[in-house]
């Protein structure tokens, strides 16, 4: 029995050493926590403001192709000496006025000469019917001059449509595009020599649609963008292809405008719509965030009685529908009245208490 009093005293020792420790702790733990609990509650500042309320249209942009009416490559049929250039590249030309003027004395001379027998053979045809009358000649010798009269007129015809092709003339009022020949050149068959652009202020936008993509008809208005983004104006659909292209499924479709300053060939973007209007809210693009389960905003309620800040954020999920640089529409069960974070909203988590930029709603 002696021999247990020392360990029981050792044991009872160490379990009071123990408690006093553990008190100790216990002690310095409370006094953190409460040490902690007496610094105030961090908070962000942020802009916020109310959402706005528009109507959207989805859209899709598609690629079109400038066009003028009145359009047309200066060609030459058959090849030749260019012996004229009548119109300086970039001036305005009126319509019949000869634009290239290629060598062709060789064929005026021979058309001279065939004008030359045409008359001689008409005034022996003259001669040969009076004859006739006077039974002096028979109905086969006028039937050869006839013949070779009708031969004559068709060879100088056929020299004028020769003619024709070697004098090039506008085929309507316009500009003389920009060219690089000059007086003595030698033009091939086929070769263009300068752009001739119609004078009228109408463009036609030509589109392809794919298939299912919108429901297109005449008389419907599209907006007109440059490659940019930038909108130019506005356009009227004036005829839809009743056919579809087998290789890419779409459709052809043109548009008018009025008034636009674009070059034949210009490349814009043309926007159809491409479902039904819905009501949506904005934002600028600053206020939605993105997580793995995808869009979201914050909104600032009012904080608690005796909170140190005006605000407290909360997470909403949205339906992000379009997002440019300058704004972003979404369809969310939200009200509309209420505030919603804007600039700084990168910086909130749910509970987060928020002070608004100088006090004021930021928008």
């Given at each position: 029995m002696?021999?247990?009093?020392?360990w029981?005293?050792?044991?009872?020792?160490?379990?009071?050493?123990?408690?006093a420790?553990?008190?100790?702790k216990?002690?310095?733990?409370?006094?953190?926590?409460?040490?902690?609990?007496s610094?105030?509650?961090t908070?962000?500042?942020?802009?916020?403001?109310?959402?706005?309320?528009v109507?959207?249209?989805?859209?899709?942009?598609?690629?079109?192709?400038?066009?003028?009416?009145?359009?047309?490559?200066?060609?030459?049929?058959?090849?030749?000496?260019?012996?004229?250039?009548?119109?300086?590249?970039?001036s305005?030309?009126?319509?019949?006025?000869?634009?290239?003027?290629?060598?062709?004395?060789?064929?005026?001379?021979?058309?001279?000469?065939?004008?030359?027998?045409?008359?001689?053979?008409?005034?022996?045809?003259?001669?040969?019917?009076?004859?006739?009358?006077?039974?002096?000649?028979?109905?086969?010798?006028?039937?050869?001059?006839?013949?070779?009269?009708?031969?004559?007129?068709?060879?100088?015809?056929?020299?004028?449509?020769?003619?024709?092709?070697?004098?090039?003339?506008?085929?309507?009022?316009?500009?003389?595009?920009?060219?690089?020949?000059?007086?003595?050149?030698?033009?091939?068959?086929?070769?263009?020599?300068?752009?001739?652009?119609?004078?009228?202020n109408?463009?036609?936008?030509?589109?392809?649609?794919?298939?299912?993509?919108?429901?297109?008809?005449?008389?419907d208005?599209?907006n007109?963008?440059?490659?940019?983004?930038?909108?130019?104006?506005?356009?009227?659909?004036?005829?839809?292809?009743?056919?579809?292209?087998?290789?890419?499924?779409?459709?052809?479709?043109?548009?008018?405008?009025?008034?636009?300053?674009?070059?034949?060939?210009?490349?814009?973007?043309?926007?159809?719509?491409?479902?039904?209007?819905?009501?949506?809210?904005?934002?600028?693009?600053?206020?939605?965030?993105?997580?793995?389960?995808?869009?979201?905003?914050?909104?600032?309620?009012?904080?608690?009685?005796?909170?140190?800040?005006?605000?407290?954020?909360?997470?909403?999920?949205?339906?992000?529908?379009?997002?440019?640089?300058?704004?972003?529409?979404?369809?969310?069960?939200?009200?509309?009245?209420?505030l919603?974070?804007?600039?700084?909203?990168?910086?909130?988590?749910?509970?987060?208490?928020?002070?608004?930029?100088?006090?004021t709603?930021?928008?």
């Amino acid at each position: 029995m002696r021999k247990l009093i020392p360990w029981l005293v050792t044991l009872m020792t160490c379990f009071l050493v123990t408690g006093a420790l553990a008190t100790v702790k216990y002690q310095q733990i409370t006094a953190a926590i409460a040490y902690g609990a007496s610094f105030p509650e961090t908070y962000e500042v942020v802009n916020a403001q109310q959402p706005g309320v528009v109507s959207y249209t989805p859209a899709r942009r598609l690629g079109g192709t400038v066009r003028r009416p009145q359009f047309s490559e200066i060609t030459t049929e058959i090849g030749g000496r260019i012996v004229a250039l009548p119109v300086p590249a970039g001036s305005v030309a009126q319509k019949g006025d000869v634009l290239v003027e290629l060598f062709s004395a060789d064929l005026t001379a021979r058309q001279d000469a065939l004008r030359a027998e045409q008359r001689l053979v008409t005034m022996q045809l003259k001669r040969s019917r009076a004859l006739k009358e006077q039974a002096l000649i028979s109905q086969s010798d006028i039937d050869i001059q006839e013949s070779q009269l009708n031969a004559l007129d068709a060879q100088i015809s056929a020299i004028d449509a020769q003619l024709t092709r070697l004098t090039i003339r506008a085929p309507f009022a316009g500009q003389m595009g920009i060219y690089t020949q000059v007086v003595g050149d030698m033009l091939d068959a086929g070769e263009v020599v300068a752009a001739f652009t119609g004078l009228g202020n109408e463009r036609w936008i030509d589109f392809n649609v794919p298939q299912g993509l919108a429901a297109i008809a005449v008389g419907d208005t599209i907006n007109l963008f440059d490659l940019d983004g930038e909108a130019l104006g506005m356009a009227t659909i004036t005829v839809v292809s009743d056919s579809i292209n087998a290789n890419t499924r779409t459709f052809a479709v043109r548009a008018s405008a009025q008034g636009l300053e674009l070059k034949h060939g210009e490349l814009v973007q043309v926007e159809v719509a491409n479902g039904a209007t819905v009501i949506a809210f904005e934002l600028p693009p600053s206020g939605v965030r993105w997580d793995t389960e995808g869009p979201y905003i914050f909104q600032l309620n009012e904080s608690e009685a005796g909170a140190q800040r005006p605000y407290r954020a909360q997470s909403q999920r949205i339906t992000l529908i379009d997002k440019t640089a300058s704004r972003a529409l979404f369809i969310a069960n939200i009200n509309e009245q209420s505030l919603f974070a804007t600039t700084g909203a990168f910086k909130l988590n749910d509970g987060v208490l928020a002070q608004l930029v100088n006090g004021t709603n930021g928008s």
